[in-house]
């Protein structure tokens, strides 16, 4: 079945570093990728996606490539900020297991000042 | 509006009680789902309903009972819970199920406490 590995946390960074987050996934056929945020005490919301291979989403100053031949939706940002500071989550959703989403473990991230 | 709504914010129960959430959106989805989600991992899939229908039940004990009333209201009516049934209940939305490009609309959830 369809699958999502995350990159273990939690990370800390300095504000102003540059932010990697790896993510690669398991899916028959082609799915589209996301990535969610969690804010302490809140909901996920949609931070980017991309729907086909070198598709690139971006938002925030986040981005994240599609990439089929290494199977992967890595996550980056050039330079963090405090604010950035919550639980990030990798998932995939493909045409072959409609009404699931398949999430990562996510990832927790703390910016310091 | 883009919200996803969900009430109480916040629920204690005991284990011989019965209680309900509730979730509303007015995007127009005809997709809704509940999810359950425990502290620090993701959020795991409880039922879907599509077009106001039940599609999805992920083996969810009976004890949880959904419900959705029209196409902008999602119920879960909750009875004799468990205390390892204490999580964030997630509500969600999309255009239609998810499928190659559909993005999930989440509300902040409710916060269950079962003593």
């Known amino acids: ?113 | 509006d883009t919200e996803v709504t969900q009430t109480p914010k916040h629920l204690v129960m005991g284990m011989t009680n019965k209680k309900s959430l509730k979730c509303e959106q007015h995007m127009g989805h005809r997709a809704m789902y509940w999810y359950k989600q425990k502290a620090k991992k993701p959020p795991e899939l409880m039922f879907v309903y599509s077009y106001e229908k039940l599609s999805i039940n992920e083996s969810v004990p009976s004890r949880f009972s959904p419900e959705c009333p029209n196409s902008s209201l999602l119920n879960l009516h909750l009875h004799a819970l468990q205390p390892e049934d204490s999580a964030l209940y997630l509500c969600a939305s999309s255009r239609g199920q998810t499928g190659s490009n559909e993005k999930l609309f989440f509300g902040s959830g409710t916060q269950l406490s079962v003593l």
């Open chain 1, 1 to 113: 079945g369809d699958s999502v590995t995350q990159m273990e946390g939690p990370v800390t960074l300095s504000e102003e570093a540059f932010l990697t987050i790896n993510c690669t996934y398991t899916a028959t056929g082609y799915p589209s990728l996301f990535w969610y945020v969690q804010y302490p005490g809140e909901g996920l919301q949609l931070l980017l996606k991309a729907t086909k291979a070198d598709d690139k989403g971006s938002n925030k100053g986040f981005e994240a490539t599609y990439r089929k031949e290494t199977t992967s939706f890595h996550l980056e940002k050039g330079s963090v900020q405090v604010s950035d500071s919550a639980v990030y989550f990798c998932a995939l959703s493909g045409n072959t297991n409609a009404g699931k989403s398949t999430f990562g473990d996510g990832t927790t991230l703390t910016v310091k000042p």
